[in-house]
């Protein structure tokens, strides 16, 4: 990561671009500085839509399926239609997940966790500057939810101080996602925080979280909670984020339900930098 690492005056606040609120997004309205989009959901689609978000946003593109995990070579079709995606969309920033999707044989078809541990660590670091080197722009490795504690090497906070560093990314924390490992894996989000590197953190994922018979699940289908506006203003506090992105994918709400969440995003990251 080249960029400057200060502190902006407030975040840009954005949401993920989805079928059901397109015609919203692109009316460009006042709500919305940036927007971030699927890569995959444009692989086999025309680019015209990327043009026009770019010609009125800045654009993250999210990457679902480079497996930057798993052991041996990128596909390199896929890694080739994520550039495509890049490009077309001038991305300010691509981001990916810390995990794996498939292995040699078989597409899973769902982010898995990864043991923290050397090997894994150097796999990711390898794959995530030959991402940078092709797309020539910066990458942000996302956090995932885990539903089971792998034994490894480093915690979670050291794996992620390391990985950054060796690779030259920087991170997009999704903040829901640490609030749920949190809760179903009992440990203090804020303490984990802090053990970060500050410097790294330069995106927010923000989506309500559901509950399960005690479990916490990321289903992308929730308003924000309280506790996640709470943790979201720590981290920037903590941090020089940039972009905040809201995401929803199942019971998308009315585009003035979206646009009041955005906005109440915005106010609380405004406090967060003022206080």
Same mark, same amino acid.
């Given at each position: 990561?080249?960029?400057?690492?200060?502190?902006?005056? /407030?975040?840009?606040?954005?949401?993920?671009?989805?079928?059901?609120?397109?015609?919203?997004?692109?009316?460009?309205?006042?709500?919305?500085?940036?927007?971030?989009?699927?890569?995959?959901? *444009?692989?086999?689609?025309?680019?015209?839509?990327?043009?026009?978000? @770019?010609?009125?946003?800045? /654009?993250?593109?999210?990457?679902?399926?480079?497996?930057? +995990?798993?052991?041996?070579?990128?596909?390199?079709?896929?890694?080739?239609?994520?550039?495509?995606?890049?490009?077309?969309?001038?991305?300010?920033?691509?981001?990916? %997940?810390? &995990?794996?999707?498939?292995?040699?044989?078989?597409?899973?078809?769902?982010?898995?966790?990864?043991?923290?541990?050397?090997?894994?660590?150097?796999?990711?670091?390898?794959?995530?500057?030959? /991402?940078?080197?092709?797309?020539?722009?910066?990458?942000?490795?996302?956090?995932?939810?885990?539903?089971?504690?792998?034994?490894?090497?480093?915690?979670?906070?050291? *794996?992620?101080?390391?990985?950054?560093?060796? @690779?030259?990314? +920087?991170?997009?924390?999704?903040?829901?996602?640490?609030?749920?490992? +949190?809760?179903?894996?009992?440990?203090?989000?804020?303490?984990?925080?802090?053990?970060?590197?500050?410097?790294?953190?330069?995106?927010? %994922?923000?989506?309500?979280?559901?509950?399960?018979?005690?479990?916490? %699940?990321?289903?992308?289908?929730?308003?924000?909670?309280?506790?996640?506006?709470?943790?979201?203003?720590?981290?920037?506090?903590? &941090?020089?984020?940039?972009?905040?992105?809201?995401?929803?994918?199942? &019971?998308?709400?009315?585009?003035?339900?979206? @646009? @009041?969440?955005?906005?109440?995003?915005?106010?609380?990251?405004?406090?967060?930098?003022?206080?």
């Amino acid at each position: 990561m080249t960029d400057n690492n200060e502190m902006i005056e /407030v975040p840009l606040i954005g949401v993920g671009f989805r079928k059901p609120f397109a015609d919203w997004v692109l009316s460009n309205p006042t709500e919305l500085d940036c927007v971030e989009v699927t890569a995959e959901h *444009f692989f086999d689609s025309d680019t015209s839509v990327l043009s026009q978000l @770019a010609s009125d946003y800045l /654009v993250s593109v999210h990457g679902l399926g480079l497996s930057l +995990g798993t052991p041996g070579p990128l596909d390199n079709s896929t890694l080739s239609q994520f550039q495509r995606v890049a490009d077309h969309a001038n991305a300010k920033w691509i981001t990916e %997940h810390i &995990a794996f999707t498939k292995t040699d044989d078989v597409d899973l078809g769902h982010l898995n966790p990864l043991p923290m541990t050397e090997s894994s660590l150097i796999i990711l670091a390898d794959h995530a500057r030959e /991402v940078m080197d092709r797309c020539q722009r910066p990458l942000l490795l996302e956090n995932i939810t885990s539903y089971l504690r792998i034994p490894g090497d480093y915690t979670e906070p050291e *794996f992620l101080n390391r990985l950054c560093e060796r @690779a030259g990314s +920087g991170l997009l924390l999704d903040v829901t996602n640490l609030l749920i490992n +949190g809760q179903n894996h009992c440990f203090d989000p804020v303490k984990w925080l802090h053990e970060v590197d500050p410097d790294f953190i330069r995106q927010v %994922h923000i989506v309500g979280y559901s509950i399960q018979n005690g479990i916490y %699940h990321d289903r992308h289908c929730e308003p924000i909670q309280d506790n996640l506006y709470d943790l979201l203003s720590e981290v920037v506090r903590y &941090a020089p984020v940039e972009a905040v992105i809201l995401e929803r994918d199942m &019971a998308i709400p009315a585009s003035t339900d979206l @646009a @009041a969440e955005l906005l109440r995003l915005e106010e609380t990251c405004e406090r967060a930098r003022n206080d």
